[in-house]
């Protein structure tokens, strides 16, 4: 009887290490292939876009492409500037100042991701009842800062990482 | 799976038969005992073949000529439609041919709610089913996006951007499903491989639809077991067959229809505009056929709960079998549950038709109300009328009433009308 129980201990051993074994084996094997799908060196590549903003106006804007979304770089007028930083935090559904959406001493600049964080559609100028942006797909209202203010979309209008090379080029990336 | 033994006449096909028992499976497809009441609501799952075939072979055939590249694919598209021989043709039948197999299938899942099909011991059947019709939307969907129009790519993107919703890992999964950080080049080739894919593997589900048909055999419009083969059943072929191939023409002709007269009126002609990843159309609407998961989801004023009610919806069906407490199957018998099954037909229509229309106002009322109903349908009102109505009786077998009129003449009326 002991000698029989010694080789079911054997064999079970043996399963448990083939199938170890066998496991680490398939995951190895998985891996590349769901890994494959990530965005390849040449998306990685495009990682950063210089724009020229030298002829944008006070109260105009600029869509410009970056990984293949739309970045808006608007310059806002002081009055909006002042609009935009009268807001009631309390009205926020995403509270967030506008002083930390720009780069300080530069707070004419807004540059933020033209791409509504509900659904990912690309949000319309000067529409909607804050005088930002409104995004057509399913009605989100964003307000002079870029922020959420009425609608589905849970967050505000994403800032990307940027940075003045000089006072008429903006590195986006 | 057949109750007799088949034996072929020939020595050839015995030798054949033998080794691999086709001839069996073929004799027992054609024997097949089928209950003779079966109505026209059943010829669509021949119908639904049809739309399969149909799509594979005309899809072959386009990916002949179909260039998977952003910068390419919408000329390659317009290639086809202007230069290719019957090129026009082919797109046409295959992008209405979605809209038609959609058309059927929603008749088909409508008609086991009708007649109770999805009950023991169909569950299987009916989760199989299920699969079929969510491969189907992940076809139809990638399948739109194919020729990157404007629809296409904000379609993809809208789509994509569901996954968004999942907490903490949502953008990675998004990022991970477009291979960019956008809808972009690498999203259209995947999305080509996966639309060339997915049609072989409903195939394959198909065949275990059909298989997990043939082993309790057919319900019926009385919704009675009945024993095979016996007085209440016909063989498949040609008593079947010849019903089907009357109600596949009759079909054709409304899908060709479609093809010849009206190719465009069930497409978006934004999707005539190539894709521009800085503009989104005013007006992003899905196929018709995924209009009432739409409004599901804008009904909701979260992004995360939008989402998950979209999903819930569809996945609310799979556990319907055991949701539904009534021992009768066919609504026929079912006086209650018969008019709640209409009202749910009127809800699912409303929802397709208000998710059309802008998310505002009375549309925004409509969707509420229509959603909350289609829950309440499932979670309420299938469990609770199953427990508490008071169903008519119910014939001994198929034959009784339609040859005798059975004990009760007017129910025996009741069911012929329905028949």
């Avoid at chain 2, 019957?86 to 929603?106: D, K, P, T």
Wanted: net charge neutral; proline share 7%; hydrophobic share 45%.
């Amino acid at each position: 009887m002991s000698k029989e129980e010694k080789k079911v201990n054997r064999r079970d051993f043996l399963f448990t290490a083939s199938y170890t074994v066998g496991a680490v084996g398939v995951g190895a094997v998985i891996w590349p292939m769901i890994d494959q799908m990530n965005p390849d060196k040449a998306q990685q590549a495009l990682a950063t876009t210089e724009v020229d903003i030298s002829n944008i106006e006070p109260g105009k804007s600029i869509t410009v492409l970056w990984r293949g979304k739309p970045v808006f770089l608007k310059r806002r007028t002081p009055e909006e500037i002042a609009e935009a930083r009268a807001v009631n935090m309390d009205d926020l559904p995403d509270p967030q100042k506008d002083e930390d959406r720009v780069k300080e001493g530069k707070d004419e600049w807004l540059v933020m991701l033209g791409v509504c964080t509900h659904l990912g559609c690309v949000p319309l100028k000067d529409k909607g009842d804050f005088n930002g942006w409104f995004c057509p797909c399913h009605g989100s209202h964003y307000d002079v800062s870029g922020r959420i203010r009425k609608g589905p979309a849970p967050t505000n209008m994403e800032i990307p990482k940027f940075e003045f090379v000089d006072s008429n080029t903006i590195k986006i990336g | 799976m057949s109750e007799h033994e088949y034996t072929p006449k020939s020595k050839a096909g015995k030798w054949f038969n033998d080794r691999l028992p086709l001839l069996t499976l073929g004799a027992h497809l054609t024997d097949y005992p089928t209950p003779k009441n079966l109505n026209y609501w059943w010829t669509f799952g021949g119908i639904l073949t049809f739309c399969l075939i149909t799509q594979i072979v005309t899809g072959i055939v386009l990916a002949m000529h179909y260039v998977a590249h952003a910068d390419l694919a919408f000329a390659s598209v317009e290639h086809i439609m202007r230069d290719v021989n019957y090129g026009w043709l082919i797109r046409y039948i295959h992008s209405n041919g979605a809209s038609m197999f959609f058309l059927a299938v929603y008749i088909h899942i409508f008609r086991s709610l009708f007649y109770g099909s999805y009950k023991s011991p169909r569950e299987v059947i009916w989760i199989i089913g299920l699969m079929i019709y969510l491969l189907m939307m992940a076809a139809a969907f990638m399948g739109y996006v194919l020729p990157w129009g404007q629809m296409s790519f904000w379609g993809a993107t809208v789509i994509t951007n569901l996954f968004s919703a999942i907490p903490l890992v949502g953008d990675s999964i998004t990022t991970w499903l477009w291979g960019a950080y956008s809808v972009d080049n690498p999203t259209l080739n995947r999305f080509f491989s996966l639309h060339y894919l997915i049609p072989f593997l409903i195939l394959g589900l198909v065949v275990l639809h059909i298989w997990a048909l043939h082993v309790p055999g057919n319900n019926n419009p009385v919704g009675i077991d009945i024993k095979k083969p016996s007085k209440d059943t016909v063989p498949f072929h040609p008593y079947i067959t010849i019903k089907d191939a009357f109600a596949l023409l009759v079909f054709m002709i409304i899908f060709a229809g479609f093809v010849f007269f009206t190719p465009n009126v069930l497409g978006h002609s934004d999707n005539y505009i190539p894709a521009n990843p800085l503009v989104t159309p005013a007006h992003i609407v899905p196929e018709w056929y995924l209009l009432p998961f739409y409004a599901i989801l804008r009904s909701v004023p979260d992004k995360l709960g939008g989402v998950i009610l979209m999903f819930s919806a569809i996945f609310i069906l799979f556990v319907l079998p055991w949701l539904d407490t009534s021992k009768v199957r066919s609504a026929v018998f079912r006086p209650i549950y018969r008019q709640f099954f209409w009202i749910l037909v009127i809800d699912v229509l409303m929802l397709g038709y208000v998710g059309a229309m802008p998310a505002e106002g009375i549309y925004l009322v409509l969707a509420r109300v229509g959603t909350i109903y289609y829950f309440l349908h499932f979670i309420v009102v299938m469990p609770v009328v199953g427990y508490l109505e008071k169903t008519d009786p119910i014939p001994m077998s198929i034959s009784e009433p339609v040859l005798t009129g059975g004990a009760e003449p007017s129910l025996a009326r009741k069911i012929n009308d329905k028949v």
